[in-house]
Nanobody, 124 residues
Framework: QVQLVESGGGLVQAGGSLRLSCAAS????????MGWFRQAPGKEREFVAA????????KYADSLKGRFTISRDNAKNMVYLEMNSLKPDDTAVYYC?????????????????WGQGTQVTVSS
């Protein structure tokens, strides 16, 4: 079993940057695919980015390519989401998730474990 704890959210002005972190417990972390999702008020949870167990393969939501970067450090059981050129539309709760498939999955149904989320608010 994997437990996930996100951190790094907060309030930032439009155009600014934030780095989200996801700390994972469990010895099998390096075998899991990892993803970031977000959910804005009144909207469904949506895919942001994902990477496979080694970090060699990454996937991004088309609208976020070039602004967001996902990475992982298997030695530290950490996953990161670097967010640049933030916009008010990026305001949401951001969730870290793990999939036992080991692959970079884009559908939230494919993920087995979820964190509690961290709030990101971008002011205009």
């Amino acid at each position: 079993q994997v437990q996930l704890v996100e951190s790094g959210g907060g309030l930032v002005q439009a155009g600014g940057s934030l780095r989200l972190s996801c700390a994972a417990s469990g010895r099998a972390f390096s075998s899991y695919g990892m993803g970031w999702f977000r959910q804005a008020p009144g909207k469904e949870r949506e895919f942001v980015a994902a990477l496979n167990w080694s970090g060699a393969l990454t996937k991004y939501a088309d609208s976020l390519k070039g602004r967001f970067t996902i990475s992982r450090d298997n030695a530290k059981n950490m996953v990161y989401l670097e967010m640049n050129s933030l916009k008010p539309d990026d305001t949401a709760v951001y969730y870290c998730a793990a999939t036992m498939s080991g692959r970079a999955k884009i559908a939230n149904i494919d993920y087995n474990y979820w964190g509690q989320g961290t709030q990101v608010t971008v002011s205009s």
